[in-house]
């Protein structure tokens, strides 16, 4: 299969450097597979998994935001968030997790958590007339 020059690039600096087969990122409208050849394109990144496949094995990450550009044969993801599977902080990973479970639901009151609005009346309501021809 042909291959293309792909680099990878977070603030944290960069993730990968070389020659890829197949690109495959989730964007903001949805997964896109990059194959060398692939028109000129630009696009933002949204929330997902990313599979890097390099000389027949396919690696996969954690990508969240930023932009892929693909540009003369070559691709840039540059990323707000990159991570290998492997390489992923797990006890970290498990704390976030754990947090956004043991959140309490925020209360609500009746009308939208106003309490001027609950004492007002309701509006009457309107009464369908229909007429026979």
């Known amino acids: 299969m042909s291959s293309f020059y792909l680099q990878i690039v977070t603030p944290d600096g960069s993730l990968f450097d070389g020659q890829a087969e197949k690109l495959t990122v989730r964007t903001i409208d949805g997964d896109v597979t990059v194959l060398a050849g692939h028109t ?32 003369g044969g070559k691709v840039k993801l540059v990323a707000t968030t990159f991570e290998w ?18 959140r309490r639901p925020r209360s609500r009151s009746p009308k939208h958590g106003s309490s001027a609005r609950s004492s007002a009346p309701a509006p009457p309501k309107r009464k369908e007339v229909f007429y026979e021809t």
């Not at 990450?61 to 932009?67: E, H, K, S, V």
């Not at 599977?85 to 043991?102: N, Y």
Request: aromatic share 8%.
């Open 40 to 71: 000129d394109y630009v696009t933002a990144l949204g929330m997902g998994r990313a599979k890097v496949t390099v000389e027949g094995i396919a690696r996969y990450a954690a990508c969240i935001g930023g932009m892929l550009l693909v540009s």
């Open 85 to 102: 599977t492997d390489e992923i902080d797990v006890a970290r990973a498990g704390f976030w997790t754990k947090r956004k479970s043991t």
